[in-house]
């Protein structure tokens, strides 16, 4: 027993493995993959809508049957100003400027993500 | 038992857990952080699994979540919650019959393996692996989350048995 939880050993294992599961998993993400983001690649239900440089101030704004969203792109990061989801969770997020962060609307299917400099030599895209 | 007890028991319980989901709705505890919360109307559902053969308490689940998600919530709710209720419902069910574990470690891993379930059905839903980011956040907060409520429902199971025994 322990705390008196009612928690036996192997539960307590079970935990500790849970908990040193997510800790490594989120060391690994922040290790790696962290690279200098260079474009965002912004996707409805799975289609790609655009990729937008960084580098460039803009303003994407989305509209489709699932809503609207407008996206800001300034001084090298990216975040979501307006949604008409109905639990505005994008709103909320930390603007994101390393490859591999990414904003998500659940309710609109959208997805922002930020790309590294292989992103743009594969995708043969040079703006 | 008699199917008639039974029957009595799935709908109690199934009241009782619509109740939590409400309270839940009404307080959200984890604020900030989308998917996160305590999961109350599972200590339901693991208690269940100890008195209630498998099949009523996989009815249980199965009510609350359609009721729940069509009272306050919307077709997209009943999607997440039911893949993560059903993957949650078997992962507690086959760690019950593993020697060990109490009710906490099943509720543990019901917790975790509700998050799981979800995030599944959003990587689907958005059509990209961007949200596996929040793996780890989920499964540290489903681990936490079903020890409180394991740690719950083993004090209920105390208070249960008192019932059973009519005291």
């Not at chain 2, 009782?16 to 709705?25: D, G, N, T, V």
């Not at chain 2, 693991?46 to 008195?51: C, D, H």
């Not at chain 2, 069910?93 to 509720?107: A, D, N, W």
């Amino acid at each position: 027993m322990v705390l008196g939880l009612g928690m036996k050993k192997r539960d307590t294992y079970l935990l500790v493995f849970f908990l040193i599961t997510a800790a490594a998993m989120a060391l690994f993400m922040n290790v790696f993959g962290k690279d200098a983001g260079e474009c965002v690649v912004v996707t409805v239900d799975g289609e790609e809508f655009g990729v937008y440089r960084l580098s460039q101030d803009s303003v994407i704004e989305v509209e489709n049957a699932f809503g609207s969203n407008r996206i800001v792109i300034k001084n090298g990061s990216a975040y979501m100003e307006a949604a008409d989801c109905p639990d505005k969770y994008c709103m909320t997020y930390q603007p994101v400027t390393k490859a591999n962060e990414s904003i998500i609307c659940l309710p609109h299917r959208l997805v922002i993500q930020v790309e590294g400099k292989n992103y743009m030599e594969t995708d043969g895209i040079a703006r | 038992m008699t199917n008639a007890k039974k029957t009595a028991y799935c709908a109690m319980l199934t009241a009782l857990s619509m109740i939590f989901s409400y309270i839940e709705a009404l307080i959200p505890l984890f604020v900030g952080i989308p998917g996160v919360k305590l999961g109350l109307s599972n200590l339901v559902v693991v208690s269940g699994l100890y008195f209630l053969p498998a099949g009523w308490v996989f009815l249980v689940l199965v009510l609350k979540v359609t009721l729940v998600s069509f009272l306050f919530g919307n077709l997209s709710m009943l999607v997440y919650s039911m893949a993560g209720g059903v993957l949650s419902f078997l992962a507690m069910l086959m760690l019950k019959r593993i020697k060990g574990f109490s009710v906490v470690g099943v509720s543990m891993a019901g917790g975790v393996s509700h998050n799981i379930g979800q995030l599944a059905v959003a990587v689907l839903a958005v059509g990209s692996v961007a949200p596996l980011s929040y793996l780890p956040v989920l499964i540290a907060a489903g681990a936490v989350s079903g020890t409180a409520i394991g740690a719950a429902a083993y004090r209920v199971r105390g208070l249960l048995g008192r019932m059973e025994n009519g005291g």
